[in-house]
């Protein structure tokens, strides 16, 4: 996936900017007032993971012409696990959305499901999904495979890309925004925007963008797009 001529587009999501320090601390302070906000607080606490706010990052960025600002507050992690509580608000700073993400790693770092956490009246809700159910078996085997392919030789041809399937355009754009912006909390914010949009969102976004760090993260992103999304079974 290319970025448009301003270097910051991308899919569905247009002029992704990153917040500065200050905007987002004062957005970080005001979700830290929210009731539902503390209650993802306590629960992670409980579950043995700890805020670390200096880390936390933000994106503003603009999704069919509607403008969003994102910030993610990070969490220190546990037994081979992160999790992070995103929150977005419109344009008049008011958060119109929500969630925790605990992302479970096994003892390589290759992230194996993603449980998502959201607020409802007094009550948090939990969704899960594995790496594989949204893959297929092997997902893992999969994205190593690509470290024996030489370089110089095309990795897959053109004929194999389904570039008209909404769930290969997704994985692509996803990758690109990955290469671009990393991993973590930036991707966590732009898959809640996403959420609230009829475009990619929720756990499967989620999902795809951690199996994707997970793969830029070992081999970078000189394979490209179509490479990582073919091998994920998405193109």
């Known amino acids: 996936m290319q970025a448009s001529a301003d270097g910051n587009t991308y899919g569905m999501f247009s002029d992704i900017t990153t917040l500065d320090s200050k905007s987002v601390d004062i957005h970080v302070q005001n979700a830290l007032k929210s009731n539902d906000i503390q209650k993802l607080v306590q629960t992670l606490n409980k579950k043995g993971y700890k805020l670390n706010q200096e880390y936390a990052q933000g994106l503003s960025t603009t999704v069919e012409d509607t403008y969003y600002e ?4 990070p969490f220190l992690g546990t037994n081979n696990s992160d999790a992070s509580i995103i929150a977005i608000m419109n344009n008049d700073n008011e958060i119109i ?5 605990i992302v479970h790693r096994d003892k390589d770092q290759f992230p194996t499901s993603v449980d998502l ?8 809700e939990t969704e899960s999904a594995t790496v594989d159910s949204i893959f297929g078996t092997g997902a893992k085997v999969s994205m190593a495979s690509i470290a024996s392919v030489d370089s110089t030789s095309p990795l897959i041809q053109i004929d194999q890309i389904t570039t ?6 997704g994985c692509k754009t996803l990758y690109g925004i990955v290469c671009v912006y990393g991993c973590a909390i930036s991707m966590a914010v732009l898959c809640t925007i996403a959420g609230l949009t009829t475009g990619v969102g929720g756990i499967a976004c989620v999902v795809v963008a951690t199996a994707l760090c997970g793969f830029i993260d070992e081999h970078g992103c000189d394979y490209g797009a179509e490479a990582a999304c073919v091998l994920l079974g998405y193109c």
């Open 164 to 169: 008209s399937s909404a769930e290969c355009s």
């Open 70 to 73: 994102g910030v993610g507050l």
């Open 117 to 124: 956490l959201t607020v409802n009246g007094n009550s948090i």
């Open 97 to 101: 959305k929500m969630q925790a993400t």
